[in-house]
């Protein structure tokens, strides 16, 4: 492990009496019949994870509708993979076609998400979740946050912790600098002060004595994540690119350079067993998509099921070995940072989809004309 040691001195209330079949036009079918959807259970299922009896609703206790409604899709993104789409339920068709949209009257930097002032997205920073386009870091700290909220929700004993991605800038420097005989201690600090501002944040959904403690990172457009295991004693590199030689590669550096930075930073934060970290073993764990080539595209997608699923043990996800099943998995995690239920600005969202479906008609023509 890479050693880095800073010197001393440094109203959703009702369900709707009538819902738009899919053979009404928005002609025929009067603003009455558009949903106001209503306060569901946790049985709303959006995708399989590791918390196993949770759904997995991923934090949205809005009744989402039935899966087998079909509706009329306007985005194109979505309209290209309809097959894909008939086990998603009708509240999160609508509010991902709306967040993908690509029509010069529903703006770009319109706000969609906003758990707090770091964890905020727009049109823009959601469409940057669709294939072959690159994932921007703004997804990838908006998802810790939920982590770390779903964590606490089900737990007396918050098991795991999420740091966001904000941090990159001063790993960066650290991974230029690796190889250098003297470190900056600037950049350490500048880190930790970093580390300190999200905690800070994350209002009180984070804890630095979890058994996990999961640190995404992005080098060039690579996302992957490493996650620290107090429970077997290890720093865990979970990529969907396998490394052979770790030595040759930059993943690998910056995983150890974490693994010291977050070390010296628990201990100075007197966490338990913090300064045990420097000694933890490195380790790949295996998947059965990892490839020896890159997937920039879609590495942040694999990153965030990662971080959803990994629980100290390897795990199979099915919709993660198949391109195509990946597309459904784009819809359902899109859909869920809009509609969790940390999201501060999610009914103002709902009512601007309620009004989207009233329009739908004109936007079809004017998108596919």
Not at 28 to 52: K, Q, Y
Not at 79 to 102: A, E, G, I, P
Request: glycine share 4%.
């Amino acid at each position: 492990m890479i050693s880095l040691k800073r010197s001393a001195g440094t109203e959703l209330a009702r369900t709707p009496d009538k819902r738009m079949r899919s053979t009404d036009t928005m002609e025929e079918a009067d603003v009455m019949a558009v949903p106001i959807w209503s306060a569901g259970s946790l049985n709303d299922t959006c995708v399989r994870s590791r918390r196993r009896g949770r759904g997995d609703g991923l934090g949205c206790t809005l009744q989402c509708g039935d899966v087998d409604e079909n509706v009329l899709l306007v985005a194109r993104s979505l309209r290209l993979n309809l097959s894909l789409l008939k086990n998603v339920q009708t509240l999160r068709k609508h509010v991902v076609d709306y967040c993908f949209l690509d029509d010069w009257n529903y703006a770009h930097n319109e706000q969609l998400v906003y758990y707090n002032r770091h964890a905020a997205l727009t049109r823009a920073n959601m469409l940057t979740m669709l294939p072959d386009v690159g994932l921007c870091d703004a997804v990838i700290e908006c998802w810790s946050m939920l982590m770390n909220r779903l964590e606490t929700d089900e737990y007396d004993f918050q098991r795991m912790s999420f740091f966001g991605i904000r941090h990159m800038d001063y790993l960066t420097e650290l991974l230029q600098s690796a190889d250098q005989t003297t470190q900056n201690d600037t950049v350490l600090d500048n880190l930790y002060e970093m580390w300190d501002l999200y905690i800070q944040d994350s209002q009180d959904v984070f804890n630095l004595n979890a058994y996990f403690l999961f640190v995404p990172f992005n080098i060039e457009g690579h996302f992957a994540c490493v996650c620290f295991n107090y429970k077997s004693g290890t720093v865990d590199l979970l990529d969907h690119q396998l490394h052979p030689d770790p030595n040759k590669s930059k993943i690998c550096k910056l995983a150890s350079i974490i693994g010291s930075a977050l070390s010296d930073y628990l201990e100075s934060n007197e966490v338990c067993r913090g300064s045990e970290m420097i000694m933890f073993e490195h380790r790949q764990i295996k998947f059965p998509w990892q490839s020896s080539s890159p997937n920039l595209p879609e590495s942040g997608l694999f990153t965030m099921m990662h971080m959803l699923m990994y629980d100290g043990n390897p795990f199979d996800h099915e919709d993660l070995r198949r391109k195509l099943s990946r597309r459904y998995l784009v819809v359902q995690l899109t859909a869920a940072r809009i509609l969790a239920d940390i999201n501060t600005i999610r009914d103002e969202v709902v009512g601007k989809v309620n009004q989207f479906l009233v329009e739908k008609d004109d936007i079809w023509t004017r998108v596919h004309a």
